[in-house]
Nanobody, 124 residues
Framework: QLQLVESGGGLVQPGGSLRLSCAISGFTPGYYAIGWFRQAPGKEREGLSCITTSDGESYYTDSVKGRFTTSRDNANNTVYLHMNRLKPEDTAVYYC?????????????????WGQGTQVTVSS
Protein backbone atom coordinates (compact mmCIF):
# COMPACT_ATOMS: atom_id res chain seq x y z
CA GLN A 1 0.00 0.00 0.00
CA LEU A 2 1.31 3.40 -0.98
CA GLN A 3 1.48 6.11 1.71
CA LEU A 4 1.93 9.83 1.12
CA VAL A 5 2.67 12.40 3.82
CA GLU A 6 2.64 16.12 3.10
CA SER A 7 4.47 18.68 5.21
CA GLY A 8 5.63 22.27 5.03
CA GLY A 9 2.37 24.14 5.20
CA GLY A 10 1.79 27.13 7.43
CA LEU A 11 1.03 30.82 7.59
CA VAL A 12 2.82 33.12 5.17
CA GLN A 13 2.41 36.76 4.19
CA PRO A 14 1.32 37.73 0.69
CA GLY A 15 4.31 37.70 -1.64
CA GLY A 16 6.08 35.11 0.47
CA SER A 17 7.23 31.59 -0.33
CA LEU A 18 6.73 28.08 1.00
CA ARG A 19 8.03 24.67 0.07
CA LEU A 20 5.74 21.71 0.53
CA SER A 21 7.09 18.17 0.71
CA CYS A 22 5.41 14.89 -0.14
CA ALA A 23 7.14 11.81 1.23
CA ILE A 24 6.13 8.61 -0.55
CA SER A 25 6.56 5.17 1.02
CA GLY A 26 5.37 1.64 0.49
CA PHE A 27 5.03 -0.23 -2.78
CA THR A 28 5.42 2.04 -5.78
CA PRO A 29 4.43 1.10 -9.34
CA GLY A 30 7.11 1.12 -12.01
CA TYR A 31 6.31 4.53 -13.43
CA TYR A 32 3.81 6.89 -11.97
CA ALA A 33 2.79 10.51 -11.81
CA ILE A 34 2.68 12.67 -8.70
CA GLY A 35 0.19 15.49 -8.61
CA TRP A 36 -0.32 18.44 -6.32
CA PHE A 37 -3.85 19.61 -5.61
CA ARG A 38 -5.52 22.10 -3.34
CA GLN A 39 -8.97 22.59 -1.96
CA ALA A 40 -10.31 25.80 -0.47
CA PRO A 41 -13.46 25.85 1.69
CA GLY A 42 -16.56 25.54 -0.48
CA LYS A 43 -14.57 24.88 -3.64
CA GLU A 44 -13.73 21.82 -5.68
CA ARG A 45 -10.34 20.20 -5.50
CA GLU A 46 -8.06 21.88 -8.03
CA GLY A 47 -5.17 20.24 -9.84
CA LEU A 48 -2.04 22.40 -9.69
CA SER A 49 0.89 20.45 -11.03
CA CYS A 50 2.13 17.02 -11.97
CA ILE A 51 5.51 15.41 -12.41
CA THR A 52 6.32 12.02 -13.85
CA THR A 53 8.85 9.52 -12.56
CA SER A 54 9.55 8.26 -16.07
CA ASP A 55 11.12 11.41 -17.51
CA GLY A 56 10.66 14.12 -14.89
CA GLU A 57 8.40 16.20 -17.11
CA SER A 58 6.24 18.63 -15.15
CA TYR A 59 2.96 20.35 -15.93
CA TYR A 60 1.10 23.23 -14.32
CA THR A 61 -2.32 24.73 -14.31
CA ASP A 62 -2.45 28.31 -15.56
CA SER A 63 -3.24 29.84 -12.17
CA VAL A 64 0.13 28.79 -10.73
CA LYS A 65 2.34 28.68 -13.83
CA GLY A 66 5.40 30.85 -13.27
CA ARG A 67 4.89 30.94 -9.48
CA PHE A 68 4.90 27.27 -8.47
CA THR A 69 7.48 24.64 -9.38
CA THR A 70 7.42 20.92 -8.65
CA SER A 71 10.55 18.84 -8.31
CA ARG A 72 11.44 15.34 -7.16
CA ASP A 73 14.18 13.65 -5.17
CA ASN A 74 14.15 10.07 -6.38
CA ALA A 75 16.73 8.90 -3.87
CA ASN A 76 14.45 9.93 -0.99
CA ASN A 77 11.11 9.29 -2.72
CA THR A 78 10.08 12.86 -2.05
CA VAL A 79 8.34 15.38 -4.27
CA TYR A 80 8.30 19.10 -3.59
CA LEU A 81 6.06 22.00 -4.46
CA HIS A 82 7.93 25.30 -4.38
CA MET A 83 5.47 28.15 -4.09
CA ASN A 84 6.53 31.74 -4.71
CA ARG A 85 4.73 35.09 -4.80
CA LEU A 86 1.90 33.65 -2.77
CA LYS A 87 -1.48 35.35 -2.81
CA PRO A 88 -4.40 35.24 -0.36
CA GLU A 89 -6.36 33.23 -2.92
CA ASP A 90 -3.72 30.48 -2.63
CA THR A 91 -5.07 29.72 0.85
CA ALA A 92 -6.24 26.10 0.90
CA VAL A 93 -5.44 22.59 2.05
CA TYR A 94 -2.76 21.20 -0.26
CA TYR A 95 -2.58 17.52 -1.17
CA CYS A 96 -0.18 15.33 -3.07
CA UNK A 97 -1.42 12.27 -4.88
CA UNK A 98 -0.13 9.40 -6.99
CA UNK A 99 -1.52 8.28 -10.32
CA UNK A 100 -0.24 4.78 -11.17
CA UNK A 101 0.40 5.72 -14.78
CA UNK A 102 3.35 7.41 -16.43
CA UNK A 103 1.17 10.10 -18.03
CA UNK A 104 0.41 13.30 -16.14
CA UNK A 105 -3.13 14.51 -15.60
CA UNK A 106 -4.54 17.31 -13.46
CA UNK A 107 -7.94 15.81 -12.66
CA UNK A 108 -8.37 14.51 -9.13
CA UNK A 109 -10.41 11.47 -10.19
CA UNK A 110 -7.40 10.15 -12.11
CA UNK A 111 -5.42 9.70 -8.87
CA UNK A 112 -5.57 6.65 -6.64
CA UNK A 113 -3.46 7.45 -3.58
CA TRP A 114 -3.71 10.61 -1.52
CA GLY A 115 -1.98 12.22 1.42
CA GLN A 116 -3.81 13.76 4.37
CA GLY A 117 -3.16 17.35 3.27
CA THR A 118 -1.36 20.33 4.73
CA GLN A 119 -2.89 23.74 5.37
CA VAL A 120 -1.46 26.81 3.65
CA THR A 121 -2.73 30.20 4.75
CA VAL A 122 -1.66 33.38 2.98
CA SER A 123 -2.55 36.40 5.05
CA SER A 124 -1.06 39.57 6.44
Amino acid sequence: QLQLVESGGGLVQPGGSLRLSCAISGFTPGYYAIGWFRQAPGKEREGLSCITTSDGESYYTDSVKGRFTTSRDNANNTVYLHMNRLKPEDTAVYYCAVRPNYVCRLWAYEYTYWGQGTQVTVSS
